[in-house]
């Protein structure tokens, strides 16, 4: 099961920091993703780290804002967002597959509910 947590409203240039809690099974084996969806359109990649956290892979438009880190101690994986702007407003979703990063959604075993993130202008 996977948890997210950390959505809100912020204005843009602000920061939010996402959280994605992990339970039932090794957490630690699992390569994690970011994935977010707006409105209307198709759910894209984010931000992927692998099961050891030493390889991380992010959308172009997010590189040097956004940063994904994970405690596989804590079962956590969270995704630390700045600099945002009102293009980046969308659902939110962590994701967990084995092996590597994926940036394709239907390569994705678990998926959590969601958080909304709304950057106003």
């Known amino acids: 099961q996977l948890v997210e947590s950390g959505g809100g409203l912020v204005q843009a240039g602000g920061s939010l920091r996402l959280s994605c809690a992990a339970s039932g099974r090794t957490f630690s084996l699992y390569a994690m993703g970011w994935f977010r969806q707006a409105p209307g359109k198709e759910r894209d990649f984010v931000a992927g780290i692998t099961w050891s956290g030493g390889y991380t892979q992010y959308t172009d438009s997010v590189k040097g804002r956004f940063t994904v880190a994970r405690d596989n101690a804590k079962n956590t994986v969270w995704l630390q967002m700045n600099s945002l702007n009102p293009e980046d407003t969308a659902v939110y979703y962590c994701?967990?597959?084995?092996?590597?990063?994926?940036?394709?959604?239907?390569?994705?075993?678990?998926w959590g509910q969601g958080t909304q993130v709304i950057v106003s202008a």
């Open positions: 994701a967990a597959r084995h092996l590597s990063v994926a940036v394709t959604p239907s390569d994705y075993d678990y």
